[in-house]
């Protein structure tokens, strides 16, 4: 496919741009310039030998990528990465396509990038760096913006390194559950769980389950009996006192909920 230099915005279609005023840690961190698109009637763009690597990450909608001879659909579950010099165009492919695109440096930093349409790299929410892209242009302090900065770097890394991505999913289970630890009083959902890991309860779900062989509130469950039974063997706490500490209302929810966890009732297990 011949492809020249062209863009075409519908007129409810918006853009915003970070340039390296807006994120002074750029440079260092060889990235030329961001943005976010929110394509809303119309949208279409065509690049001719690029001068640098170009990255598209959906946040909600779909684009379509083509590539060489390739089409390709861009989704919130893969990474449209495109190399210097390279042709491409992309387009809106559903009625409302809301992206983030990055502009890299062709350095060593970046050599691991490979072309095309990459399954894999990227996750189900990329609503998170779309956020903090948006901060980054609203009239926040010079030191916040060095924050925001290097949170966005860390989330660009997270979704482009293969390795860091693995790393520092489980870096944010460990995160989490710690916290669900530290509070087994509170009122925890899946909602709030993903909330909190910032991303989808289904990537949530999934790797839950690759890492402990539970669902989320299953591992919620599991925390909440193992201090039940801390509480139930070191202390002469009552029932009701030893539910409100791990975040049931009453002794007998914590007793139905024990006795199907561990097979036995409260009381069976404090006299074993």
């Known amino acids: 496919?011949?492809?020249?230099?062209?863009l075409e915005l519908g007129p409810a279609t918006s853009e915003i741009f970070i340039t390296r005023d807006d994120a002074p840690l750029f440079e260092a961190q060889s990235v030329y310039l961001a943005g976010v698109t929110y394509a809303r009637d119309h949208y279409m763009c065509a690049r001719k030998?690029?001068?640098?690597?170009t990255v598209l990450l959906t946040c909600e909608g779909s684009g379509e990528l083509i590539h060489g001879k390739?089409?390709?659909?861009?989704?919130?579950?893969?990474?449209?990465?495109?190399l210097k010099g390279e042709d491409f165009s992309y387009r809106m492919a559903s009625n409302s396509w809301t992206f983030v695109w990055l502009l890299l440096?062709?350095?060593?930093?970046?050599?691991?990038?490979?072309s095309g349409n990459t399954t894999g790299f990227s996750r189900l929410d990329n609503s998170q760096l779309q956020n903090l892209l948006e901060l980054l242009v609203s009239k926040v302090s010079a030191s916040a913006k060095q924050v925001l900065n290097e949170e966005l770097f860390a989330n660009i890394k997270?979704?482009?390194?293969?390795?860091?991505?693995?790393?520092?999913?489980?870096?944010?289970?460990?995160?989490?559950?710690t916290e669900v630890a530290k509070h087994l009083h509170a009122a925890w959902t899946v909602e709030l769980l993903a909330k909190k890991s910032y991303c989808s309860i289904a990537t949530l779900h999934r790797r839950c389950l690759k890492r402990f062989s539970l669902s989320p509130m299953q591992k919620v469950i599991e925390?909440?009996?193992?201090?039940?039974?801390?509480?139930?063997?070191?202390?002469?706490?009552?029932?009701?006192?030893?539910?409100?500490?791990?975040?049931?209302?009453?002794?007998f929810n914590f007793s139905k909920a024990f006795k199907k966890a561990c097979g036995l009732s409260p009381d069976e297990f404090r006299k074993r």
């Open 105 to 114: 440096e062709a350095d060593t930093r970046w050599s691991h990038l490979s």
């Open 223 to 251: 925390l909440r009996m193992r201090l039940a039974k801390s509480l139930l063997r070191e202390t002469s706490w009552g029932l009701h006192a030893i539910a409100v500490q791990i975040g049931y209302k009453d002794g």
């Open 70 to 82: 390739s089409t390709m659909e861009l989704t919130p579950s893969n990474a449209g990465v495109l």
């Open 49 to 53: 030998k690029t001068d640098f690597h």
């Open 1 to 6: 496919m011949d492809i020249s230099n062209r």
């Open 158 to 177: 997270e979704i482009l390194n293969p390795q860091n991505r693995i790393n520092l999913e489980e870096r944010r289970l460990e995160l989490l559950f």
